[in-house]
Structure formats: structure tokens, C-alpha cells
């Protein structure tokens, strides 16, 4: 019986398994079950790899990388990544998932991320993962308020590079480059 349409559950039931397979029934009902997609539409078009269609190659590979806690990730390490797969995949800090999803552009949101009309002017707005929501400055154009705001994003970046890096050294220059 084919889980989703795509997945085989290959091992036997047993408690080594609910965790594992919690992780691999989510990410399949995610791609491919269409009341999931109707209700995440942004998830429309992402697959698993084949590889993982088959628990027990997820399991291998989930708990050599699993960290309690943390999110699986499949966009960090590759730019707008519709694959989950071990080259796509990582476990990440919540405070990470959460200062990855700043980088996005809202649906129906006329101006870029991190910029707000005030009155006449563009005020920018960003956040700091240990910091908080940082107030950057008001600016007279779109253009010189988004450019504080990517200034910023780069400025935290940096700081954080440490973490990122014992997280995965892929991670930094993979966000440095979604902000240029």
C-alpha cells in the first residue's frame, strides 16, 4: 500500500519508528495530498526525492541528522528548493526557520519585505533572531528603504555566521546569496 501515493513504509511498526516516521508521512502528505495543497498552495510542485519514498532510506538518514527541537528545513541550504531530499535537508533552530521566513515576500503585499508606508515616507523594519523586531530608519523611496533593510539582514547575517556555521557551513553563503 502506497502512503500518499508515493511513499512505502518498508520496516515494522515499532517505537524507533514514531518519530521518524511522523517526519516522513508530514513532508509526504505536504507534496502530495491535495487537501494539504489546497490548504498550502505554496507547496503545490514540491516532491520528495524517490530515494525517500522508501521509509527506511528517510529513517537512515533522519537519524544521523536529527536534533531535538529543530525544524527540517529544505530551502536553507538551496535556493526556493521544491525537493526534499539529504541534499536539500536540514535540521535548523526554530530562531532560524523564523529569520529565514523574513527573507520572503508576502503574498498580495505591494511593497518589498521589511518596508512599510508611514505617511510620506518608507519606514524599514527588520528582526534580529536574539534581538527582536529592530526599527532601521524612514526613508523618502521604496528603493533606499529596502536597501537599509537588506543592509540590515547582511549586518545580522554576519553576526550570526558562527552559529550558522556549526549548524552546516552551507547554510551562510546560501542566505548570503538570497539577499543580493
Known sequence: MLIFGVGVFD???????KVPRAYWSGILRRCY???SLVRWPSYRGTTVCEEWHSFSAFKQWFLTNYKE?????????ADDSKVYSPATCVFIPQWLNKFMTSFKQKEGRELPTGVYRR???YRARGRHPFKGEIQIGYFPTIEEAREAYL???RT???ELRPQLDAIDTRIYPNMLSKLK
Do not use: C, F, I, M
Request: glycine share 8%.
Open 11 to 17: 520496516e515494522k511498526a515499532g517505537p524507533d519508528n
Open 33 to 35: 495530498s491535495e487537501e
Open 69 to 77: 527541537g529543530w525544524d527540517l528545513d529544505k530551502d536553507v541550504l
Open 119 to 121: 505617511n510620506t515616507y
Open 151 to 153: 543592509r540590515h539582514k
Open 156 to 158: 545580522v547575517l554576519q
